[in-house]
């Protein structure tokens, strides 16, 4: 998915969406912005503040409104709608790479598994938007494993604080998901209660 000028979008959106937004310089921008609207700002409409949200996550994830309104209006056809569609995001292939920190981003995430450099179960998997299930093993295909997608790969898994859902192995350059995400309120830049209405309307 293209997605255009992250700095831009994230500023427009409000809330640091990208892993390059979440920074200092992003910090100081968004300063500059409300200084400079400060008083001009006219209040959201409630479907405003809903359609907000929704781009938050959906960009936060970096997938299409196609794919975005299959797994909100999925998760509203069920019980618990929001944990729901939570775990629909969370545990996409794309997602579980970079939250174990087999890759840097999630964009790097969908490249690598795209391409074919990630493994589930032992199995060599093209598909970033597959949805892994409690118990399944994440790794590196050994053909790819000198590739620069993965040079600093030791370092970040041994550094990065994963979601306790997820262990990893970072000699072995594998996760292991041992449980499932879930979604609090407040702890994300978005809000899944106001996504949900606005596709419930």
Request: zero cysteines; proline letters at 5%; a positive charge.
């Given at each position: 998915m293209k997605i255009g000028p992250k700095y831009k979008i994230a500023r427009r959106l409000g809330?640091?969406?990208?892993?390059?937004?979440?920074?200092?310089?992003?910090?100081?921008?968004?300063?500059?912005?409300?200084?400079?609207?400060?008083?001009?700002?006219?209040?959201?409409?409630?479907?405003?503040?809903?359609?907000?949200?929704?781009?938050?996550?959906?960009?936060?994830?970096g997938i299409t409104e196609k794919q975005f309104s299959k797994y909100a209006k999925g998760a509203l056809n069920g019980a618990d709608p929001m944990q729901k569609l939570f775990r629909s995001l969370e545990l996409r292939l794309d997602n579980v790479l970079y939250r174990s920190g087999l890759a840097k981003t999630r964009a790097a995430g969908r490249q690598i598994a795209a391409h074919g450099h990630a493994t589930l179960n032992g199995r060599r998997v093209?598909?970033?938007?597959?949805?892994?299930?409690?118990?399944?093993?994440?790794?590196?295909?050994?053909?790819?494993?000198?590739?620069?997608?993965?040079?600093?790969v030791e370092e970040r898994m041994n550094t990065l604080a994963a979601p306790a859902w997820v262990s990893v192995d970072p000699k072995k350059r594998e996760a292991k998901v041992g449980g499932v995400p879930v979604y609090a309120p407040g702890e994300q830049v978005f809000e899944l209660g106001a996504v949900l209405e606005f596709y419930s309307r």
């Amino acid at each position: 998915m293209k997605i255009g000028p992250k700095y831009k979008i994230a500023r427009r959106l409000g809330a640091p969406i990208f892993e390059k937004t979440q920074g200092q310089k992003y910090a100081l921008s968004l300063a500059r912005k409300e200084k400079n609207m400060k008083g001009r700002n006219k209040p959201k409409s409630e479907f405003g503040k809903q359609l907000l949200e929704k781009q938050k996550a959906r960009f936060s994830y970096g997938i299409t409104e196609k794919q975005f309104s299959k797994y909100a209006k999925g998760a509203l056809n069920g019980a618990d709608p929001m944990q729901k569609l939570f775990r629909s995001l969370e545990l996409r292939l794309d997602n579980v790479l970079y939250r174990s920190g087999l890759a840097k981003t999630r964009a790097a995430g969908r490249q690598i598994a795209a391409h074919g450099h990630a493994t589930l179960n032992g199995r060599r998997v093209t598909v970033p938007s597959i949805e892994v299930k409690e118990g399944d093993v994440i790794g590196i295909r050994g053909g790819s494993s000198a590739s620069p997608l993965f040079g600093d790969v030791e370092e970040r898994m041994n550094t990065l604080a994963a979601p306790a859902w997820v262990s990893v192995d970072p000699k072995k350059r594998e996760a292991k998901v041992g449980g499932v995400p879930v979604y609090a309120p407040g702890e994300q830049v978005f809000e899944l209660g106001a996504v949900l209405e606005f596709y419930s309307r």
